[in-house]
């Protein structure tokens, strides 16, 4: 008969001790309390061993900050003695600085012992600074100018929202890897966008996604701007990205051939071709990119009224503003497109007048 508990006197199990006395014995988790957490006032993050430890905009909302914060304070402060313990806490009351939680931990202080709980009352104190990031960002730090301009015009309203879009979404998803991931600031210039960027490598990766985006060139230019600490330069960097003179909708010559751009993007430029009725696409490291030459804005565009067609005839059209009448080759059309059906049309300067694409007439 196995002897008694030395503490209770309850059957022993292992060591001289019952299950119960063992397991009071040997805790699974030793966690200090008060629990000290030094956070940011500004974005929550919270400071650890030789920095700060970001919170993930996308895993914490409202209270849940605070969750997580107290999540990154225990991770630092609890000690494990047993491998395989699953810890949670749940918070009981919460005054301005000081949070009351209940941590509970659940596995086995012996392998032969069934899991059981433990918990254990913390008191949470947290007390706050500016993060290294916050302190650079308010400060006006910046390593980088990123510039947006286009070839000898504006930027569109609808170009502007989307290069703003692929910044913010690009400084989100570095921010955490990189302390230096924030726009200080930036400023609507006549002709553009101009970015100051915290961080070089955001910078750069801006730069990439929108040259890749929109097709455009770039130019980076470094300046001295003084000596580190150990003597060694410091440059900042200006990246100049530059779209094309034209847009989507846009008509351009590429090869000397009449095209309107139908798309672009990191595939290329896809365009037709209102010669030979074709669909094409041009890379900006293919020979056709440099042959391409602005021809007219997309405004250009004209409605004209089939007026008849007919099988080996010229098809009558008529200008929907002018009444003016043109003739082209009936087989310049779309078969699906009948008498008294709209379609857009191109008119050089010559007065050669050259049927778009169907999709993009009025007949859509």
């Known amino acids: 008969m196995p002897a008694p508990c030395y503490l209770c006197g309850e059957e022993s199990t292992i060591d001289g001790l019952c299950a119960s006395c063992y397991n009071k014995e040997h805790l699974l988790v030793q966690v200090e309390s008060p629990l000290a957490i030094v956070t940011c006032k500004k974005c929550g993050s919270v400071k650890v061993p030789g920095g700060w430890r970001t919170i993930d905009f996308s895993e914490a909302h409202g209270d849940d900050v605070v969750n997580k914060q107290i999540e990154i304070g225990l ?53 706050y600074e500016t993060c290294t990031t916050c302190s650079m960002m308010s400060g006006g730090y910046y390593e980088a100018i990123l510039q947006i301009r286009a070839d000898s015009r504006p930027l569109s309203e609808s170009e502007e929202e989307e290069i703003v879009a692929i910044v913010e979404e690009l400084t989100i998803a570095e921010y955490g890897k990189d302390n230096r991931a924030f726009v200080s600031g930036s400023s609507r ?14 910078t750069k990766r801006i730069a990439d996604e929108l040259q890749s985006r929109f097709l455009a060139e770039r130019k ?41 751009v139908m798309a672009m993007g ?22 056709k990119w ?45 078969p699906n497109i009948e008498a008294g059906s709209q379609i857009g049309v191109l008119v050089l300067d010559d007065e050669t007048v050259l049927p778009l694409p169907y999709e993009n007439s009025a007949a859509e």
């Open 75 to 127: 991770d630092l402060s609890l000690k494990r003695f047993f491998g395989d313990v699953a810890i949670t806490f749940e918070e009981e009351n919460r005054l301005d600085r000081v949070s009351h939680i209940i941590v509970t931990a659940k596995g086995r202080s012996h392998e032969s012992l069934a899991p059981h709980t433990e918990n254990h009352p913390v008191e949470v104190r947290f007390s």
């Open 220 to 260: 980076e230019n470094y300046k001295l701007t003084g000596q580190e600490k150990g003597g060694k330069d410091k440059f900042r960097i200006t990246v100049l990205v530059r779209l094309p003179h034209f847009r989507v909708g846009d008509f351009i010559t590429v090869e000397g051939n009449a095209c309107q």
């Open 266 to 287: 990191k595939g290329g430029l896809t365009c037709y071709d209102l010669i030979d009725n074709s669909r094409f696409t041009v890379t900006v490291k293919s020979a």
């Open 290 to 334: 440099r042959t391409i030459e602005f021809l007219k804005p997309a405004s250009a565009r004209r409605e004209y009224m089939v007026v008849s067609r007919g099988y080996g005839k010229p098809a009558q059209i008529m200008d929907s503003e002018t009444y003016v009448m043109a003739e082209i080759e009936d087989s310049r059309l779309s």
């Open 189 to 202: 210039v006549k002709f553009g966008i101009d970015f100051w960027v915290g961080s070089e490598h955001l």
